[in-house]
């Protein structure tokens, strides 16, 4: 019954700011690596930011610099900062992790996603 909900979508203007945040909840014995996935219509999913728990971030090159994805693991959450957003990062944002319930086995998860729209 693990599940992971999304907010913090919307529509914004070109060069402003977003915060996105990916709750999981449910039967959770730990959370490895959590991350951030766009895809636009007609396009193919990409991935856009990752946390490992207790790694270094990753990020896509075309945000590298402009977004900034966190986690609180006290609180299960994983968040997006997205900075100085373009037209183009218009997307449905998804939420992504590797969660292990007291089976201790992991498996993947994805949230049903939030709309980000950035005008021009």
């Known amino acids: 019954q693990v599940q992971l909900v999304e907010s913090g979508g919307g529509l914004v203007q070109a060069g402003g700011s977003l915060r996105l945040s990916c709750a999981a909840s449910g039967n959770i014995f730990s959370i490895n690596a959590m991350g951030w996935y766009r895809q636009a219509p007609g396009k193919q999913r990409e991935l856009v930011a990752t946390i490992p728990s207790g790694g270094s971030t990753n990020y896509a090159d075309s945000v590298k610099g402009r977004f900034t994805i966190s986690r609180d693991n006290a609180k299960n959450t994983v968040y997006l900062q997205m900075n100085s957003l373009k037209p183009e990062d218009t997307a449905v944002y998804y939420c992504?992790?590797?969660?292990?319930?007291?089976?201790?086995?992991?498996?993947?998860?994805w949230g049903q996603g939030t709309q980000v729209t950035v005008s021009s």
């Open positions: 992504n992790a590797y969660i292990a319930g007291y089976s201790r086995l992991y498996y993947n998860y």
